[in-house]
Each structure stands twice: as structure tokens, then as C-alpha cells.
């Protein structure tokens, strides 16, 4: 497989520090279980998550619902490990995390992202 370069990447992003927040967002979710978007079986988080951006299949756009789609997954864990009364107090925290990390991608990559996140069930 080619290799991958920032100006590569470049090309889809309007900054080198927004690149920086989209590729570090992209990693974590990658570290976390998150499906690879492109096939690059024997490439570390940082070159997959790379090549996601330069393939135009990861941008500031759309980042934060491959978190949305993974979020149930853990819900349905911490129901299962936390008494009902419990399990308010952490949507709240899931649901305050998200507007958070969303205003800080806001903040850091000065591009507007659309808000049309719902809360958990």
C-alpha cells in the first residue's frame, strides 16, 4: 500500500492543526474498538486513522457519530454492571461528554460541526 502524507491528508482538511484534533479524535476511537473505515490490517491507529481522513471517509462532520453508533454498545454495558438508579446519572455524564467533546472539536479545528445529536435511550 502507498504511503500515506500529511499533504495527503491536507487536501481534505484546512489546517495542519486541524488535522492534529481530527486524527487524535479518530485514534482513540480506533483504540476503543472503533470498525477501521479503510483496509489497512497491519497499520497502527495513527496511519489508519490517516488514511480514513485522506480517504475522505472521517472529516469534522461526521467524527463524532461514529461515537453516537458506539455509545449504545456501552450503555447496555453499564446497565448491566449499574443498579438502575445508577444508570440516569451516567447518561447524564455520556450526554454532557459528548456536548462537550463537540464544542471542544468546534473550538479547536474553527470549523461550525452540525448538531443533530440526540440522547441516549
Known amino acids: 500500500m502507498a504511503r500515506i502524507t500529511v499533504e495527503d491528508c491536507l487536501k481534505r482538511v484546512r489546517s495542519r492543526f486541524a488535522l492534529v484534533h481530527l486524527a487524535r479524535r479518530r485514534v482513540l476511537q480506533l483504540r476503543r474498538g472503533a470498525n477501521p473505515l479503510v483496509n489497512a490490517p497491519k497499520n497502527r491507529e495513527i496511519v489508519v486513522a490517516l488514511r480514513e481522513i485522506a480517504a475522505g471517509k472521517v472529516t469534522f462532520d ?47 479545528s474553527g470549523t461550525q460541526i452540525k448538531n443533530d445529536s440526540s440522547p441516549l435511550d
Open 62 to 108: 461526521n467524527v463524532l457519530e461514529f461515537e453516537r453508533i458506539e455509545a449504545p454498545e456501552q450503555m447496555e454495558f453499564f446497565k448491566k454492571q449499574i443498579p438502575d438508579d445508577l444508570t440516569a446519572a451516567v447518561r447524564k455524564i455520556v450526554d454532557q461528554h459528548r456536548e462537550l467533546a463537540h464544542k471542544q472539536l468546534e473550538k479547536n
